[in-house]
């Protein structure tokens, strides 16, 4: 008869692997070692393109891999940490002037109210699920050193407060079309956090009849177009004012309820007014 002996020492490597699997579970730590290829592909994207377009005063660094979030402990934890005034930057700037863009926190700015502070936090917790992975991600203003905290799924970026409120925007028509992208978003046609349009149509013949359509939408954030059409000779000329802004900052139309500004200081934004003329 085959015997078979008890090794202590087999146990002993068996019972410590099951008892730190537990540890990790019981403080919310996923015991994956790997962000999945997509998220991961995205914030290598958005690193990149942040620094290749806004990285003179605010680089990116690096990031690494924090595990999932397993229970609601740990989803309170990481909730609390994304949402600390004392931790939480922002971009700050307008992308039209790409060369000044810079980051700050909530506390840097005494205009946020503990109102803007507490809506802001109820939009963010409804984001932040078990079962999602954290990535920290390191980056430098000057010689200060700071961190985010990232959220995602297996399939994008769910949260951040850095890259969730950084922007790209392009244009492809004289008659405006913008399209607003995310971070990792580069070309036009790949861009789909939002779109301002305004469009011209005339009816012939002479003298024309000028119609006009102005839309604007935006994903965790603000857009808002103006515009209107008029006849001139034999031509329609369209005007328009727009803005679009993300994270503490507010788009308002000015007291002629034509034109458009941005107020706040965190977050992206950016706004234009011009016209064109079809004949």
């Known amino acids: 008869m085959k015997r078979t002996f008890f090794s202590p ?14 540890i990790m579970l019981l ?15 995205l914030i ?32 309170n934890q990481v909730l609390n940490e994304i949402t ?3 931790k939480a930057w922002f ?27 507490s809506n802001w936090k109820a939009g963010i917790q409804g984001m932040i699920k078990i079962g999602q992975h954290i990535a920290r991600l390191n980056w430098t203003k000057g010689g200060v050193a700071f961190t985010s905290v990232c959220i995602t799924d297996e399939t994008s970026i769910v949260y951040d407060n850095m890259l969730s ?7 492809n028509s004289i008659c405006l079309d913008i399209r607003l992208g995310w971070i990792w978003q580069r070309k036009y046609a ?20 000028c119609d006009h359509k102005c839309d604007a939408y935006m994903t965790l954030g603000q857009a808002k177009i103006n515009c209107k059409a008029e006849a001139i000779g034999n031509c329609c000329k369209l005007s328009w004012s727009y803005g679009w802004a993300c994270g503490f900052k507010k788009v308002k139309v000015k007291a002629g309820k034509f034109e458009i500004e941005i107020e706040g200081n965190l977050g992206s934004s950016g706004k234009g007014n011009g016209s064109c003329t079809e004949c």
């Not at 020492?9 to 537990?22: D, G, Q």
């Not at 307008?94 to 503990?114: C, F, Q, Y």
């Not at 861009?191 to 009849?209: D, S, V, Y």
Request: glycine share 6%; aromatic share 8%.
């Open 27 to 41: 403080n919310g730590e996923g015991i994956g070692q790997n962000l999945p290829s997509t998220p991961k592909n």
């Open 9 to 22: 020492f087999k146990f002993y490597r068996i019972t410590t692997s099951v008892l730190m699997a537990l």
């Open 165 to 171: 409120n950084a922007l790209l925007m392009d244009h």
């Open 91 to 117: 971009p700050s700037g307008d992308v039209g002037r790409p060369v000044e863009m810079t980051a700050l926190r909530i506390s840097d700015d005494p205009s946020i109210t503990n109102t803007d502070i």
């Open 44 to 75: 290598d994207k958005s690193f990149q393109n942040w620094n290749e377009v806004y990285g003179i005063t605010v680089k990116a660094i690096n990031w690494s891999y924090e595990g999932q979030i397993t229970n609601e402990a740990k989803r």
């Open 190 to 209: 790949d861009m789909t956090r939002g779109e301002i349009k305004a469009e011209l149509f005339i009816k012939c013949p002479p003298p024309p009849i």
């Open 84 to 86: 600390d005034p004392q």
